[in-house]
């Protein structure tokens, strides 16, 4: 079955990572699958895409069209591209105006229609959806040695490690929040690093060589990066936003805390004293290793194409 993925391509990579492996394991089922990156931002620099997108999908004679994003399934919708599946990648679905133009895509254009987590389902309730996360590559994001993990970063051994996991430049990301939390803490043995400018293969290091990963964004669906850090066995503590509380359930070492400097800041301190032997979130997260997702897509995939 050859498939076209349609996603932005305004990120500093091009497509995003995320994106890229769904497609990667869905290749190792013996799909065929081509990528179209749509450039700009905002209703004209989306549409300034649709006569480059029709081209393409005519000439690729494509069984299905996957598109991620809630704009790239606006775009897919209006150029008339089927069958198509959209995935709503997430927080926004839950705005008004997007909620009505939703309800309308998904009513004329779209055939069938994902979310990422059950709390974008209860915000999309009159609307017929099915909630898929985003997969995990457990083979590249695993435990490993933290001493090892650090001396490949060249952190300082004798220090304690704290990772924000996300780019600081995002303002949704809200760095500020963690960064105040941090300072509170007053301990010249601490050190915060960040996301922002690491290369995908170097993530695995980052997150196993953290004492306490921590995320405070203001807006999400299914946050990879948690996904990622609990199939490294990391301690993590976050806020409550998207799927995280879905994923936290029943897991050692995992921290839920409030928008509040003073309890994130309280609830590092309980993560780092945790026992690392005592940590289960890798095994919390086997389920959602991406070839098991790759599987759920493809049955979708013939369900519409069926249809």
Same mark, same amino acid.
């Given at each position: 079955?050859?498939? %076209? &993925?349609?996603?932005?391509?305004?990120? +500093?990579? #091009?497509?995003?990572? !995320? *994106?890229?492996?769904?497609?990667?394991?869905l290749?190792?089922l013996?799909?065929?699958?081509?990528?179209?990156?749509?450039?700009?931002k905002?209703i004209?620099?989306?549409l300034?895409? %649709? &006569?480059?997108?029709r081209?393409?999908y +005519?000439? #690729?004679n494509?069984? !299905? *069209?996957h598109a991620h994003?809630i704009?790239?399934?606006f775009?897919?919708?209006?150029a008339?591209?089927?069958p198509l599946?959209?995935?709503?990648?997430?927080w926004?679905?839950?705005k008004?105006y997007?909620?009505?133009?939703i309800?309308?895509?998904?009513?004329?254009?779209?055939?069938?229609c994902i979310v990422k987590?059950q709390s974008?389902?209860?915000a999309?309730?009159?609307i017929?959806?099915?909630v898929?996360?985003?997969?995990?590559?457990?083979?590249?994001?695993k435990?490993?040695?933290?001493?090892?993990a650090q001396e490949?970063?060249n952190?300082?051994?004798e220090k304690?490690?704290?990772?924000?996991?996300a780019d600081?430049k995002?303002p949704i990301?809200n760095?500020?929040?963690c960064?105040?939390?941090?300072d509170?803490?007053?301990?010249?043995?601490?050190v915060?690093h960040?996301?922002g400018?690491v290369?995908r293969?170097?993530?695995?290091y980052?997150?196993?060589?953290s004492d306490?990963?921590?995320?405070?964004?203001?807006?999400e669906?299914?946050?990879?990066?948690?996904?990622?850090?609990?199939?490294?066995?990391c301690k993590?503590?976050?806020?409550r936003?998207?799927?995280?509380?879905e994923?936290?359930?029943?897991?050692?070492g995992?921290?839920?805390?409030?928008y509040?400097?003073?309890?994130v800041?309280?609830k590092?301190i309980e993560?780092?004293?945790?026992?690392n032997?005592k940590?289960t979130?890798?095994?919390?997260i086997?389920?959602?290793n991406?070839s098991l997702?790759?599987?759920?897509?493809s049955?979708?995939?013939?369900s519409?194409v069926?249809k």
């Amino acid at each position: 079955m050859k498939v %076209l &993925f349609v996603s932005s391509g305004n990120s +500093k990579n #091009g497509i995003s990572s !995320i *994106v890229y492996e769904q497609g990667e394991s869905l290749k190792l089922l013996g799909y065929e699958i081509d990528y179209f990156l749509v450039k700009g931002k905002g209703i004209k620099g989306y549409l300034s895409n %649709l &006569f480059l997108l029709r081209n393409t999908y +005519k000439l #690729g004679n494509y069984d !299905i *069209v996957h598109a991620h994003n809630i704009f790239c399934g606006f775009l897919c919708g209006i150029a008339l591209l089927k069958p198509l599946v959209v995935s709503l990648m997430g927080w926004n679905v839950q705005k008004y105006y997007l909620k009505i133009l939703i309800y309308i895509f998904n009513f004329i254009f779209w055939d069938y229609c994902i979310v990422k987590s059950q709390s974008m389902q209860l915000a999309l309730k009159n609307i017929k959806v099915e909630v898929i996360p985003n997969g995990v590559d457990i083979n590249f994001f695993k435990p490993m040695n933290k001493k090892k993990a650090q001396e490949y970063l060249n952190w300082d051994l004798e220090k304690k490690h704290f990772l924000f996991a996300a780019d600081p430049k995002i303002p949704i990301k809200n760095y500020s929040l963690c960064k105040q939390a941090f300072d509170i803490l007053h301990n010249d043995k601490y050190v915060l690093h960040t996301l922002g400018d690491v290369k995908r293969e170097n993530m695995p290091y980052y997150y196993n060589a953290s004492d306490v990963v921590i995320f405070t964004s203001k807006g999400e669906g299914s946050p990879n990066v948690i996904k990622e850090a609990m199939a490294c066995n990391c301690k993590i503590v976050s806020v409550r936003v998207g799927d995280v509380p879905e994923r936290f359930a029943d897991v050692q070492g995992c921290f839920l805390c409030k928008y509040q400097v003073e309890d994130v800041a309280f609830k590092i301190i309980e993560a780092l004293k945790f026992p690392n032997e005592k940590v289960t979130s890798r095994e919390k997260i086997l389920s959602l290793n991406s070839s098991l997702i790759a599987d759920r897509l493809s049955q979708v995939y013939h369900s519409v194409v069926l249809k």
